[in-house]
Structures are given as C-alpha cells and as structure tokens.
C-alpha cells in the first residue's frame, strides 16, 4: 500500500502544472512589457532583444509546452493557461525569426503567420490560430479579445503580468477597461455627432459581442451610448508593438 502511495505522490509531485511557468512568465512580463507612445499610438511595448536573452525564456518555454491541459481544473484555471499560452508563444515567434517590423511579415503566400507556426504542447501542435479559435474562443467571453495579444500596436495590449485563475475575471475587466479608455485605439466618443470609434478588433470578432450587437456590449461599459449611436473603428496599425 505505501508502495502505491508513494509512486501516486511522486506522479503527482513531478507532473508539470499550469502554475510552474507563471512566476517566470510574470517576470518576464514585468521586466520587458512598458507603457510607451509612438506615431500617435499608446501602448503597451515589448523589449524584445532584452527579453530574447533572458534564461527565463526557455524556462517558460519548456514549462508551458509540458503542461497537459486534460490535467486543469476549473475552467479559469484551463482559459488563464492558454491565454498565457497565446502571448508567449507569440513573443516565442517574433524572438525565434528575429522579427521587429511587423508578425505579418512572417507570413507567406499561402499562409499567415498565425497558422504558419505551431508549438507542441504535451505532444500535440497548436498553431496560434488553433489555440485562439478552437479553444479560448469557445468560452464563450468576449473579453478575451482584449486579453490575447498579436504583438501590433493596435491590438489590445499586452498585459504586464500572467494571467491566473483566481485573478482571471478581475484581469480581463481591467483589459477591457483599459482598452475603452485609450482614445488613441480603443474606444473614442463624439459627442457633437453622437459618433463612436471603437478598436477594430471588435469589428472583426463583432459575432463574439452580444451576437454581433456592440453597442449593446459596450453600453454595459460606456453610459453615453444610445441606439442611435454611430459606430465606427480605429485603423489598424500593425507595426510590432516593440519599445
């Protein structure tokens, strides 16, 4: 019987979890991720040379790709995983290829740069498409929009800290708030012509808002909305969101 519990302890004691990479991850996020403005735009850069040549890196590398998501709880703990997930991997990309102009240049003709690639996690590839749209999309909340990063400076930004299960509704309302109140990408109101510029983010995941309803959705934030309110989007700049 001891026999037994000690190989279950031991299993249990030397199984990867969700949690082993995050306080390398939330390092790295801390040390390299900076509020900074550049060509009219506020966002959050990435110091992607310091952060390529930091040992943390393939620490979270090998952590993270170790994970077996079968083995998460709760559905915070499985969504806060694969978010992290997304924007690691992404800086993963940009550090790997040495890329500082923009992720769309890593793609090719027949493919973009978010199906191009793909990292395996507890031995199965995941492209980042793969990991946004088959699996955090299917929680079913909106606001991962504003959680998953894509490395432009248009996107909502990069978050300066791991996403965690307990703090994961928290995290995402700040993401959310965070964006609606940059008037350089996120959220703009005119008041004079009862106009609303929105990130176009929104525009492109419109069915993940309300079933396609953003006025309804951002009401929920934003009072001075009304049904007659126009909707338009920032243009996109997708110059990588480097310091």
């Given at each position: 019987?001891?026999?037994?519990?000690?190989?279950?302890f031991l299993m249990?004691?030397?199984t990867p979890s969700s949690q082993a990479y995050e306080m390398d991850l939330d390092g790295l996020l801390k040390a390299y991720v900076k509020p900074v403005t550049?060509?009219?735009?506020?966002?959050?850069?990435?110091?992607?040379?310091?952060?390529?040549k930091d040992t943390r890196?393939?620490?979270v590398?090998?952590?993270?790709?170790?994970?077996?998501?079968n083995t998460l709880g709760s559905d915070k703990e499985k969504l806060a995983f694969w978010i992290n997930a997304y924007n690691f991997f992404t800086v993963d990309l940009l550090i790997k290829e040495n890329e500082r102009d923009s992720i769309k240049d890593l793609g090719g003709a027949l493919s973009s740069p978010w199906k191009k690639y793909k990292w395996t996690v507890n031995g199965k590839e995941y492209s980042l498409?793969?990991?946004e749209h088959d699996i955090i999309r299917k929680f079913g909340d909106a606001r991962i929009h504003f959680a998953v990063n894509c490395a432009a400076k248009s996107c909502p930004d990069l978050r300066a800290e791991a996403y965690t299960a307990t703090k994961l509704n928290s995290q995402l309302e700040d993401q959310v708030r965070k964006t609606l109140t940059n008037k350089t990408k996120g959220y703009v109101f005119i008041p004079d012509?009862?106009?609303v510029k929105l990130s176009k983010v929104m525009d492109w995941y419109k069915e993940d808002f309300n079933n396609g309803n953003l006025k309804t959705w951002t009401q929920g934030y934003k009072s001075e909305i009304n049904d007659q309110t126009?909707?338009?989007?920032?243009?996109?700049d997708w110059s990588l969101n480097k310091q």
């Open positions: 019987m001891m026999k037994y519990l000690l190989l279950a249990v004691a030397f550049k060509s009219g735009l506020q966002y959050n850069g990435v110091d992607y040379d310091a952060w390529h890196h393939k620490k590398l090998e952590s993270i790709t170790a994970v077996n998501p498409d793969n990991i012509s009862n106009k126009k909707i338009e989007f920032f243009a996109y």
